[in-house]
Protein backbone atom coordinates (compact mmCIF):
# COMPACT_ATOMS: atom_id res chain seq x y z
CA UNK A 1 0.00 0.00 0.00
CA UNK A 2 2.93 2.07 1.07
CA UNK A 3 4.31 1.73 -3.07
CA UNK A 4 1.11 2.68 -4.33
CA UNK A 5 0.42 5.50 -2.52
CA UNK A 6 3.77 6.95 -3.41
CA UNK A 7 3.67 5.81 -6.65
CA UNK A 8 0.46 7.53 -6.90
CA UNK A 9 1.67 11.18 -5.83
CA UNK A 10 4.65 10.47 -8.66
CA UNK A 11 1.90 10.33 -11.14
CA UNK A 12 0.34 13.39 -9.57
CA UNK A 13 3.54 15.42 -8.84
CA UNK A 14 5.30 14.74 -12.41
CA UNK A 15 2.66 13.52 -14.51
CA UNK A 16 -0.46 15.46 -13.63
CA UNK A 17 -4.11 15.89 -14.89
CA UNK A 18 -4.84 17.40 -18.49
CA UNK A 19 -7.83 19.54 -19.19
CA UNK A 20 -8.39 21.02 -15.99
CA UNK A 21 -11.48 23.39 -15.40
CA UNK A 22 -10.61 27.16 -14.50
CA UNK A 23 -12.60 27.05 -11.09
CA UNK A 24 -9.90 24.02 -10.34
CA UNK A 25 -7.04 25.62 -12.02
CA UNK A 26 -7.50 29.34 -10.10
CA UNK A 27 -7.45 27.90 -6.64
CA UNK A 28 -5.01 24.75 -7.26
CA UNK A 29 -2.32 27.66 -8.91
CA UNK A 30 -2.26 29.53 -5.71
CA UNK A 31 -1.82 26.85 -4.44
CA UNK A 32 1.35 25.79 -5.73
CA UNK A 33 0.47 23.84 -8.10
CA UNK A 34 1.86 24.54 -11.49
CA UNK A 35 0.53 23.63 -15.21
CA UNK A 36 3.38 21.65 -17.32
CA UNK A 37 5.29 22.38 -20.46
CA UNK A 38 2.76 19.72 -21.49
CA UNK A 39 -0.18 21.83 -20.35
CA UNK A 40 -1.20 19.16 -17.41
CA UNK A 41 -2.05 20.30 -14.16
CA UNK A 42 0.36 18.75 -11.56
CA UNK A 43 0.16 18.59 -7.82
CA UNK A 44 2.60 18.81 -4.83
CA UNK A 45 3.08 15.53 -2.85
CA UNK A 46 2.72 17.67 0.08
CA UNK A 47 -0.67 19.95 -1.00
CA UNK A 48 -1.96 15.97 -2.18
CA UNK A 49 -1.20 14.89 1.66
CA UNK A 50 -2.23 18.49 3.27
CA UNK A 51 -5.53 17.12 1.43
CA UNK A 52 -5.68 13.75 2.30
CA UNK A 53 -5.56 14.67 5.74
CA UNK A 54 -7.99 18.27 5.80
CA UNK A 55 -10.89 15.44 4.55
CA UNK A 56 -12.89 14.70 7.04
CA UNK A 57 -12.71 11.18 8.19
CA UNK A 58 -16.46 10.55 8.70
CA UNK A 59 -19.27 10.95 6.75
CA UNK A 60 -23.18 10.60 6.74
CA UNK A 61 -25.42 9.56 4.57
CA UNK A 62 -28.90 10.66 5.57
CA UNK A 63 -32.34 9.06 4.97
CA UNK A 64 -35.62 10.76 4.59
CA UNK A 65 -37.16 10.14 8.41
CA UNK A 66 -33.61 9.67 10.17
CA UNK A 67 -34.32 5.63 10.58
CA UNK A 68 -31.75 4.67 7.91
CA UNK A 69 -29.20 7.23 8.43
CA UNK A 70 -25.67 5.54 7.51
CA UNK A 71 -22.24 6.39 9.11
CA UNK A 72 -19.98 5.97 6.90
CA UNK A 73 -16.35 5.44 9.07
CA UNK A 74 -13.60 3.06 9.48
CA UNK A 75 -14.58 -0.52 8.01
CA UNK A 76 -18.21 -0.03 8.36
CA UNK A 77 -19.93 -1.56 4.93
CA UNK A 78 -23.20 -0.37 3.72
CA UNK A 79 -25.17 -1.85 0.27
CA UNK A 80 -26.18 0.39 -2.15
CA UNK A 81 -27.62 -0.82 -5.92
CA UNK A 82 -26.02 2.01 -7.87
CA UNK A 83 -26.13 0.96 -11.74
CA UNK A 84 -27.27 3.41 -14.32
CA UNK A 85 -28.62 0.42 -16.61
CA UNK A 86 -30.06 0.86 -19.82
CA UNK A 87 -32.06 -2.08 -20.16
CA UNK A 88 -34.31 -4.15 -17.38
CA UNK A 89 -35.04 -7.64 -17.52
CA UNK A 90 -39.03 -8.23 -16.59
CA UNK A 91 -39.83 -10.47 -13.91
CA UNK A 92 -39.92 -13.77 -15.44
CA UNK A 93 -38.77 -12.56 -18.99
CA UNK A 94 -35.33 -13.74 -20.64
CA UNK A 95 -35.11 -10.69 -22.98
CA UNK A 96 -34.28 -7.44 -22.00
CA UNK A 97 -35.61 -4.11 -22.88
CA UNK A 98 -34.60 -0.04 -22.57
CA UNK A 99 -35.39 0.64 -19.15
CA UNK A 100 -37.80 3.82 -18.18
CA UNK A 101 -38.31 6.30 -16.00
CA UNK A 102 -41.56 3.85 -14.82
CA UNK A 103 -38.73 1.28 -14.28
CA UNK A 104 -36.64 3.99 -11.73
CA UNK A 105 -40.03 4.45 -9.83
CA UNK A 106 -40.69 0.53 -9.33
CA UNK A 107 -36.58 -0.14 -8.53
CA UNK A 108 -36.60 1.96 -6.40
CA UNK A 109 -39.53 1.15 -4.75
CA UNK A 110 -38.53 -2.35 -4.41
CA UNK A 111 -35.34 -1.25 -2.82
CA UNK A 112 -37.51 0.71 -0.28
CA UNK A 113 -38.85 -2.88 1.02
CA UNK A 114 -34.89 -4.32 1.00
CA UNK A 115 -33.79 -4.86 4.41
CA UNK A 116 -30.15 -5.32 3.40
CA UNK A 117 -30.27 -2.31 1.13
CA UNK A 118 -29.38 0.94 3.04
CA UNK A 119 -29.17 3.44 0.42
CA UNK A 120 -30.39 4.15 -3.60
CA UNK A 121 -29.12 5.87 -6.59
CA UNK A 122 -29.94 5.77 -9.96
CA UNK A 123 -29.91 1.91 -11.20
CA UNK A 124 -31.71 2.42 -14.61
CA UNK A 125 -31.51 5.28 -17.14
CA UNK A 126 -35.07 6.60 -18.34
CA UNK A 127 -33.86 6.14 -21.93
CA UNK A 128 -36.92 7.62 -23.35
CA UNK A 129 -36.29 11.16 -21.84
CA UNK A 130 -33.80 12.56 -24.08
CA UNK A 131 -33.54 16.18 -22.66
CA UNK A 132 -30.83 16.11 -20.69
CA UNK A 133 -32.65 18.79 -17.61
CA UNK A 134 -35.93 16.84 -17.82
CA UNK A 135 -33.77 13.66 -17.54
CA UNK A 136 -32.22 14.87 -14.04
CA UNK A 137 -35.20 16.24 -12.81
CA UNK A 138 -37.24 13.24 -13.36
CA UNK A 139 -34.65 10.74 -12.37
CA UNK A 140 -34.99 12.85 -9.00
CA UNK A 141 -38.05 12.84 -8.61
CA UNK A 142 -38.83 9.02 -9.04
CA UNK A 143 -36.08 8.17 -7.01
CA UNK A 144 -37.40 10.09 -4.07
CA UNK A 145 -40.73 9.37 -4.84
CA UNK A 146 -39.94 5.51 -4.46
CA UNK A 147 -38.14 5.40 -1.39
CA UNK A 148 -37.51 7.05 2.11
CA UNK A 149 -33.55 5.83 2.10
CA UNK A 150 -30.71 8.16 0.95
CA UNK A 151 -30.72 8.85 -2.51
CA UNK A 152 -27.62 9.87 -4.27
CA UNK A 153 -28.78 12.03 -7.45
CA UNK A 154 -27.20 12.13 -11.01
CA UNK A 155 -26.78 15.40 -12.89
CA UNK A 156 -25.31 15.61 -16.36
CA UNK A 157 -25.19 19.53 -16.08
CA UNK A 158 -24.21 21.19 -12.72
CA UNK A 159 -26.99 24.06 -13.71
CA UNK A 160 -28.95 21.27 -12.69
CA UNK A 161 -28.42 21.14 -9.45
CA UNK A 162 -30.87 24.34 -8.88
CA UNK A 163 -33.71 22.48 -9.80
CA UNK A 164 -33.22 19.43 -7.65
CA UNK A 165 -32.72 22.39 -4.94
CA UNK A 166 -35.54 23.67 -5.17
CA UNK A 167 -37.65 20.14 -5.49
CA UNK A 168 -35.72 19.06 -2.17
CA UNK A 169 -36.39 22.36 -0.49
CA UNK A 170 -40.27 21.75 -1.30
CA UNK A 171 -39.96 17.89 0.36
CA UNK A 172 -38.11 18.93 3.23
CA UNK A 173 -40.61 21.62 4.11
CA UNK A 174 -38.57 24.27 3.89
CA UNK A 175 -34.72 24.87 2.56
CA UNK A 176 -33.93 25.11 6.69
CA UNK A 177 -35.54 21.81 7.09
CA UNK A 178 -33.26 20.16 4.33
CA UNK A 179 -30.40 21.97 5.24
CA UNK A 180 -30.90 21.12 8.86
CA UNK A 181 -31.04 17.19 7.43
CA UNK A 182 -29.77 16.21 3.83
CA UNK A 183 -31.14 13.07 2.62
CA UNK A 184 -29.28 13.74 -1.01
CA UNK A 185 -25.96 13.89 -2.35
CA UNK A 186 -24.20 13.54 -5.64
CA UNK A 187 -20.88 13.76 -7.36
CA UNK A 188 -19.83 12.05 -10.12
CA UNK A 189 -16.92 10.89 -12.23
CA UNK A 190 -14.96 13.91 -12.65
CA UNK A 191 -11.67 12.00 -14.49
CA UNK A 192 -11.47 10.24 -17.62
CA UNK A 193 -8.61 7.56 -17.73
CA UNK A 194 -6.07 8.12 -18.22
CA UNK A 195 -5.30 10.82 -16.12
CA UNK A 196 -7.99 13.57 -18.11
CA UNK A 197 -10.46 16.05 -16.23
CA UNK A 198 -14.01 15.69 -17.67
CA UNK A 199 -15.66 19.02 -17.94
CA UNK A 200 -18.79 18.31 -16.90
CA UNK A 201 -18.58 15.93 -14.26
CA UNK A 202 -15.82 18.17 -13.01
CA UNK A 203 -17.94 21.02 -12.51
CA UNK A 204 -20.58 18.92 -10.73
CA UNK A 205 -18.44 17.36 -8.33
CA UNK A 206 -17.68 21.41 -7.71
CA UNK A 207 -21.11 21.84 -6.93
CA UNK A 208 -21.88 18.57 -5.06
CA UNK A 209 -21.35 20.12 -1.78
CA UNK A 210 -24.11 22.66 -2.24
CA UNK A 211 -26.77 19.60 -1.38
CA UNK A 212 -25.13 19.22 1.94
CA UNK A 213 -24.11 16.00 2.21
CA UNK A 214 -20.92 14.45 1.26
CA UNK A 215 -19.55 14.69 -2.40
CA UNK A 216 -19.13 11.14 -4.19
CA UNK A 217 -15.86 10.90 -6.74
CA UNK A 218 -15.82 7.83 -8.57
CA UNK A 219 -12.97 6.66 -10.74
CA UNK A 220 -13.79 3.82 -12.70
CA UNK A 221 -10.65 2.91 -15.08
CA UNK A 222 -10.59 -0.42 -16.62
CA UNK A 223 -7.30 -2.62 -16.93
CA UNK A 224 -6.00 -3.02 -20.03
CA UNK A 225 -7.68 -0.81 -21.63
CA UNK A 226 -7.64 2.92 -19.88
CA UNK A 227 -5.35 1.81 -16.90
CA UNK A 228 -1.98 -0.74 -17.06
CA UNK A 229 -2.88 -4.62 -17.36
CA UNK A 230 -0.72 -5.19 -14.43
CA UNK A 231 -3.30 -4.87 -11.33
CA UNK A 232 -0.86 -3.15 -9.27
CA UNK A 233 -0.16 -0.52 -11.90
CA UNK A 234 -4.63 0.04 -12.64
CA UNK A 235 -4.07 0.24 -8.15
CA UNK A 236 -1.66 3.18 -8.90
CA UNK A 237 -3.45 5.25 -11.79
CA UNK A 238 -7.06 4.89 -9.93
CA UNK A 239 -5.64 6.07 -6.37
CA UNK A 240 -3.95 8.81 -8.32
CA UNK A 241 -7.19 10.05 -10.58
CA UNK A 242 -9.53 9.60 -7.15
CA UNK A 243 -6.76 11.57 -5.62
CA UNK A 244 -7.54 14.17 -8.46
CA UNK A 245 -11.00 13.87 -7.51
CA UNK A 246 -10.47 14.72 -4.13
CA UNK A 247 -8.39 17.64 -4.54
CA UNK A 248 -10.84 19.07 -7.21
CA UNK A 249 -13.60 19.15 -4.00
CA UNK A 250 -11.31 19.91 -1.24
CA UNK A 251 -9.43 22.68 -3.32
CA UNK A 252 -12.79 24.40 -3.92
CA UNK A 253 -14.23 23.44 -0.68
CA UNK A 254 -11.94 22.79 1.70
CA UNK A 255 -12.70 20.31 5.08
CA UNK A 256 -16.13 19.08 3.09
CA UNK A 257 -16.74 15.35 3.47
CA UNK A 258 -15.77 13.11 0.29
CA UNK A 259 -16.47 9.53 -0.27
CA UNK A 260 -13.62 8.21 -2.00
CA UNK A 261 -15.08 5.98 -5.15
CA UNK A 262 -12.18 4.11 -6.17
CA UNK A 263 -13.60 1.78 -8.80
CA UNK A 264 -11.33 -0.06 -10.93
CA UNK A 265 -12.85 -2.36 -13.47
CA UNK A 266 -11.32 -5.14 -15.98
CA UNK A 267 -11.50 -5.48 -19.22
CA UNK A 268 -11.73 -8.55 -20.89
CA UNK A 269 -8.74 -8.62 -23.12
CA UNK A 270 -9.99 -10.97 -25.61
CA UNK A 271 -12.58 -8.82 -26.85
CA UNK A 272 -12.24 -5.51 -24.48
CA UNK A 273 -15.35 -5.61 -23.58
CA UNK A 274 -16.17 -4.57 -19.48
CA UNK A 275 -16.21 -7.30 -17.41
CA UNK A 276 -17.25 -6.61 -13.67
CA UNK A 277 -17.91 -10.03 -12.06
CA UNK A 278 -14.33 -11.85 -12.48
CA UNK A 279 -11.88 -12.88 -9.85
CA UNK A 280 -9.47 -9.80 -10.48
CA UNK A 281 -12.89 -7.75 -10.77
CA UNK A 282 -12.93 -9.16 -6.76
CA UNK A 283 -9.19 -8.51 -6.07
CA UNK A 284 -9.34 -5.04 -7.58
CA UNK A 285 -12.31 -3.61 -5.16
CA UNK A 286 -11.04 -5.40 -2.28
CA UNK A 287 -7.39 -3.48 -2.80
CA UNK A 288 -9.02 -0.34 -3.86
CA UNK A 289 -10.93 -0.55 -0.13
CA UNK A 290 -7.92 -1.38 1.68
CA UNK A 291 -6.27 1.29 0.52
CA UNK A 292 -8.89 4.05 0.70
CA UNK A 293 -8.82 2.88 4.73
CA UNK A 294 -4.93 3.30 4.31
CA UNK A 295 -6.35 7.01 3.94
CA UNK A 296 -9.01 6.39 6.86
CA UNK A 297 -11.01 8.32 4.24
CA UNK A 298 -14.87 7.41 3.71
CA UNK A 299 -15.13 4.88 0.60
CA UNK A 300 -16.72 3.17 -2.17
CA UNK A 301 -16.15 0.87 -4.14
CA UNK A 302 -18.02 -1.41 -7.19
CA UNK A 303 -18.62 -5.00 -6.29
CA UNK A 304 -21.50 -7.16 -6.50
CA UNK A 305 -22.08 -7.13 -10.42
CA UNK A 306 -22.36 -10.05 -12.70
CA UNK A 307 -21.56 -11.11 -16.30
CA UNK A 308 -24.21 -13.03 -16.98
CA UNK A 309 -27.25 -12.03 -18.61
CA UNK A 310 -29.56 -14.50 -16.83
CA UNK A 311 -30.30 -14.49 -13.09
CA UNK A 312 -28.69 -17.97 -12.90
CA UNK A 313 -25.01 -19.59 -10.86
CA UNK A 314 -23.17 -17.40 -13.00
CA UNK A 315 -24.64 -14.63 -11.44
CA UNK A 316 -24.63 -16.06 -7.69
CA UNK A 317 -21.10 -17.07 -7.78
CA UNK A 318 -19.49 -13.47 -9.44
CA UNK A 319 -22.11 -12.11 -6.89
CA UNK A 320 -21.27 -13.75 -3.96
CA UNK A 321 -17.18 -13.97 -4.26
CA UNK A 322 -16.76 -10.19 -5.26
CA UNK A 323 -18.97 -8.86 -2.58
CA UNK A 324 -17.45 -10.72 0.30
CA UNK A 325 -13.99 -9.52 -0.52
CA UNK A 326 -15.22 -6.08 -0.66
CA UNK A 327 -17.72 -6.28 2.44
CA UNK A 328 -14.40 -8.12 4.40
CA UNK A 329 -12.07 -5.31 3.37
CA UNK A 330 -13.55 -2.79 4.70
CA UNK A 331 -15.66 -0.72 2.27
CA UNK A 332 -18.09 1.54 3.56
CA UNK A 333 -20.26 1.45 0.75
CA UNK A 334 -20.40 -0.75 -2.11
CA UNK A 335 -22.29 0.00 -5.18
CA UNK A 336 -23.83 -2.14 -8.15
CA UNK A 337 -24.93 -4.84 -5.94
CA UNK A 338 -28.60 -4.79 -6.44
CA UNK A 339 -29.40 -6.68 -9.37
CA UNK A 340 -27.33 -5.34 -11.99
CA UNK A 341 -26.62 -7.88 -14.89
CA UNK A 342 -25.49 -7.96 -18.04
CA UNK A 343 -21.72 -6.35 -17.00
CA UNK A 344 -23.62 -3.37 -16.08
CA UNK A 345 -25.74 -3.14 -18.88
CA UNK A 346 -29.28 -4.32 -17.55
CA UNK A 347 -31.34 -4.74 -14.15
CA UNK A 348 -33.08 -7.16 -12.75
CA UNK A 349 -35.85 -6.96 -10.49
CA UNK A 350 -35.78 -10.45 -9.28
CA UNK A 351 -32.00 -10.75 -8.75
CA UNK A 352 -32.52 -7.14 -6.70
CA UNK A 353 -34.61 -9.61 -4.57
CA UNK A 354 -32.44 -12.07 -4.34
CA UNK A 355 -28.82 -10.21 -3.74
CA UNK A 356 -31.00 -8.49 -1.12
CA UNK A 357 -30.56 -12.25 1.13
CA UNK A 358 -27.24 -12.24 -0.07
CA UNK A 359 -26.25 -9.32 1.80
CA UNK A 360 -27.86 -10.11 4.93
CA UNK A 361 -25.33 -13.12 4.72
CA UNK A 362 -23.12 -11.46 3.85
CA UNK A 363 -23.80 -8.97 6.77
CA UNK A 364 -23.83 -11.86 9.50
CA UNK A 365 -20.37 -12.71 8.03
CA UNK A 366 -19.02 -9.18 8.70
CA UNK A 367 -20.98 -9.34 12.55
CA UNK A 368 -18.35 -12.13 12.95
CA UNK A 369 -18.13 -14.98 16.23
CA UNK A 370 -18.94 -12.95 19.70
CA UNK A 371 -16.31 -14.73 22.56
CA UNK A 372 -17.17 -14.39 26.01
CA UNK A 373 -17.42 -16.12 29.19
CA UNK A 374 -20.89 -17.08 28.21
CA UNK A 375 -20.86 -17.47 24.59
CA UNK A 376 -17.77 -19.78 25.01
CA UNK A 377 -20.31 -22.49 26.54
CA UNK A 378 -18.52 -24.31 28.39
CA UNK A 379 -21.48 -24.95 31.28
CA UNK A 380 -23.85 -25.51 28.44
CA UNK A 381 -21.64 -28.50 27.15
CA UNK A 382 -21.35 -29.80 30.94
CA UNK A 383 -25.01 -29.21 31.18
CA UNK A 384 -25.64 -31.53 28.02
CA UNK A 385 -22.93 -33.46 27.87
CA UNK A 386 -24.23 -34.98 31.47
CA UNK A 387 -28.11 -34.49 30.65
CA UNK A 388 -30.25 -34.61 27.58
CA UNK A 389 -27.13 -34.93 24.94
CA UNK A 390 -28.47 -32.38 22.20
CA UNK A 391 -29.28 -29.01 22.49
CA UNK A 392 -31.78 -28.54 20.51
CA UNK A 393 -34.05 -27.45 23.77
CA UNK A 394 -31.22 -26.51 25.70
CA UNK A 395 -32.72 -22.86 26.94
CA UNK A 396 -29.28 -20.93 25.22
CA UNK A 397 -30.12 -22.58 21.89
CA UNK A 398 -34.15 -20.72 22.61
CA UNK A 399 -32.37 -17.72 23.60
CA UNK A 400 -29.99 -17.28 20.75
CA UNK A 401 -32.31 -18.72 17.90
CA UNK A 402 -33.00 -15.49 16.61
CA UNK A 403 -29.97 -13.46 17.44
CA UNK A 404 -26.74 -16.03 16.57
CA UNK A 405 -28.14 -16.70 13.10
CA UNK A 406 -29.62 -15.69 9.87
CA UNK A 407 -32.63 -17.37 8.79
CA UNK A 408 -33.00 -17.25 4.78
CA UNK A 409 -36.55 -16.64 2.73
CA UNK A 410 -35.44 -17.53 -0.55
CA UNK A 411 -32.84 -19.97 -0.25
CA UNK A 412 -34.40 -23.43 -0.37
CA UNK A 413 -33.32 -25.73 2.98
CA UNK A 414 -35.73 -28.91 2.32
CA UNK A 415 -35.20 -31.89 2.09
CA UNK A 416 -35.24 -33.08 -1.87
CA UNK A 417 -38.36 -34.97 -1.35
CA UNK A 418 -40.22 -32.26 0.13
CA UNK A 419 -38.56 -29.66 -2.43
CA UNK A 420 -40.23 -32.09 -5.04
CA UNK A 421 -44.03 -31.89 -3.25
CA UNK A 422 -44.16 -28.22 -3.03
CA UNK A 423 -42.94 -28.13 -7.10
CA UNK A 424 -39.41 -27.60 -7.11
CA UNK A 425 -39.04 -24.20 -7.23
CA UNK A 426 -35.68 -22.50 -8.13
CA UNK A 427 -34.95 -19.07 -6.37
CA UNK A 428 -35.93 -17.19 -8.76
CA UNK A 429 -39.59 -18.49 -8.76
CA UNK A 430 -39.58 -17.55 -5.73
CA UNK A 431 -37.87 -14.29 -6.04
CA UNK A 432 -40.53 -13.46 -8.50
CA UNK A 433 -43.66 -14.30 -6.39
CA UNK A 434 -41.65 -11.81 -3.57
CA UNK A 435 -41.02 -9.22 -6.29
CA UNK A 436 -44.44 -9.27 -7.65
CA UNK A 437 -46.01 -9.09 -3.67
CA UNK A 438 -44.43 -6.15 -3.08
CA UNK A 439 -44.10 -3.94 -6.79
CA UNK A 440 -47.80 -4.92 -6.28
CA UNK A 441 -48.89 -3.54 -3.25
CA UNK A 442 -46.07 -1.06 -1.66
CA UNK A 443 -47.26 2.77 -3.56
CA UNK A 444 -45.11 4.99 -0.80
CA UNK A 445 -46.68 8.55 0.12
CA UNK A 446 -42.96 9.75 0.56
CA UNK A 447 -44.03 12.80 -0.94
CA UNK A 448 -46.99 14.73 0.46
CA UNK A 449 -49.72 14.85 -2.13
CA UNK A 450 -50.15 18.61 -1.77
CA UNK A 451 -47.00 19.12 -2.43
CA UNK A 452 -46.84 16.55 -5.71
CA UNK A 453 -49.17 18.97 -6.75
CA UNK A 454 -47.10 22.26 -6.83
CA UNK A 455 -44.34 19.87 -8.41
CA UNK A 456 -45.87 18.64 -11.11
CA UNK A 457 -46.82 22.52 -11.87
CA UNK A 458 -43.78 23.56 -11.35
CA UNK A 459 -41.43 21.01 -13.17
CA UNK A 460 -41.63 18.79 -16.28
CA UNK A 461 -42.57 15.55 -14.23
CA UNK A 462 -42.84 12.72 -16.55
CA UNK A 463 -43.83 9.98 -14.20
CA UNK A 464 -48.15 9.47 -14.72
CA UNK A 465 -50.21 9.86 -11.16
CA UNK A 466 -51.75 7.21 -12.68
CA UNK A 467 -48.62 4.63 -12.39
CA UNK A 468 -48.02 5.68 -8.66
CA UNK A 469 -51.48 3.54 -7.96
CA UNK A 470 -52.14 -0.13 -6.81
CA UNK A 471 -55.16 0.60 -9.05
CA UNK A 472 -52.50 0.72 -12.49
CA UNK A 473 -52.72 -2.82 -12.45
CA UNK A 474 -49.10 -2.67 -13.74
CA UNK A 475 -48.10 -5.94 -11.62
Same mark, same amino acid.
Given at each position: ?????????????????????????????????????????????????????????????????????????????????? %????????????????????????????????????????????????????????????????????????????????????????????????????????? %????????????????? !???????????????????????????? %?????????????????????????????????????????????????????????????????? !??? %????????????????????????????????????????????? !?????????????????????????????????????????????????????????????????????????????????????????????????????????????????????????????????
Amino acid at each position: MERIHETALDVLENIGVANAVPRLQEVALKKGCRISDSGRLVFPRTLVEDCIAGTPKTAFYLSRDGSRDLEMSGRRVHFDPG %GEAISTLDVGANIYRPSTLIDLYDFARLTDKMEHLDSFGKVVVPTEITDHRAHDINTAYASLAGTNKHVELNFTHTGHINDALDMLYLIAGSEKAYRDHPFCSTG %GCPVVSPLTYGEDNSEV !CIDAPRLGSPASVIIAPQAGATSPAALA %GTLVQAMAETLAGLLLVQLTTPGHPVLFGVWPFVSDLRTGAFSGGGGEQALLAAAAAQISNFYNLP !CSV %GAGMTDSKAVDNQAGYERGITTVLAALAGSNVISEVGGMMGSLLG !CSFESMVIDNEMLGMVQRILRGIEVTDETLSYHVIEDVVYGAGHYLGHPQTLELMGSEFLYPTLADRKSPEEWEENGSHDIRDKARERTRSILSSHYPTHIDPAVDKVLRERFPLQLPVEAMTATSGRW
